[in-house]
T-cell receptor, first 111, second 114 residues
Framework: GESVGLHLPTLSVQEGDNSIINCAYS??????FIWYKQESGKGPQFIID?????DKRQGQRVTVLLNKTVKHLSLQIAATQPGDSAVYFC??????????FGAGTRLFVKA | DADVTQTPRNRITKTGKRIMLECSQT?????MYWYRQDPGLGLRLIYY???????NKGEISDGYSVSRQAQAKFSLSLESAIPNQTALYFC?????????????FGPGTRLTVL
């Protein structure tokens, strides 16, 4: 069945280091992928997205990589800051309304 | 960011009680969604609506109902709350004019059913 999963439930990084959060998806028909950030007490917020015709997209301090061959998605955060501490979700959809969310990875940033 | 608001933010109730959660949005989006979030699980879709009075079941609609009487409002009801409906509930919106479905979420309602 369709699923979007994350390799690690928690990730701890030192402030200033780069963070990499991974995600696996199983629906080869998915053509749009999104990363959301959820801070404590708040709803998920859009970080960055990527379409299936791309393999890399960069934002401010964040980069998303898509490997369709192995159905893998990753979020890279450069120079991780305390404010980056949150739960990060990957999500996929097939161009319609239906979005499938992963369980999330909690990122801890150590000062 | 108050584009999508939810009330109440926290609610404790007893088994068997009827509960209504409200969602309002000022984004002008036509599509609205209700999700629940449980520890260790991703967001799961309860109901969604593409327009006023349009209602569609999601993957876990049993025990819930919704109402969309205006474009800006989408309410979720638990007709007779049970303890396993204890969860964090999120409302979201999206714009049909976008080919890809970026959703905008409210701050969530934490519901506890005793």
């Amino acid at each position: 069945g369709e699923s979007v999963g994350l390799h690690l439930p928690t990730l701890s990084v030192q402030e200033g280091d780069n963070s990499i959060i991974n995600c696996a998806y199983s629906n080869s028909a998915s053509d749009y992928f999104i990363w959301y950030k959820q801070e404590s007490g708040k709803g998920p917020q859009f970080i960055i997205d990527i379409r299936s015709n791309m393999d890399k997209r960069q934002g401010q301090r964040v980069t998303v990589l898509l490997n369709k061959t192995v159905k893998h998605l990753s979020l890279q955060i450069a120079a991780t800051q305390p404010g980056d501490s949150a739960v990060y979700f990957c999500a996929e959809n097939t161009g319609g309304f239906k979005t499938i969310f992963g369980a999330g990875t909690r990122l801890f940033v150590k000062a | 960011d108050a584009d999508v608001t939810q009330t109440p933010r926290n609610r404790i109730t007893k088994t068997g009680k009827r509960i209504m959660l409200e969602c309002s949005q000022t984004k002008g989006h036509d599509r609205m969604y209700w999700y629940r979030q449980d520890p260790g699980l991703g967001l799961r879709l309860i109901y969604y609506s593409f327009d006023v009075k349009d209602i569609n079941k999601g993957e876990i609609s049993d025990g819930y109902s919704v109402s969309r009487q205006a474009q800006a409002k989408f309410s979720l009801s638990l007709e007779s709350a049970i303890p396993n409906q204890t969860a964090l509930y999120f409302c979201a919106t999206s714009d049909w004019r976008r080919a890809y479905n970026e959703q905008f979420f409210g701050p969530g309602t934490r519901l506890t059913v005793l």
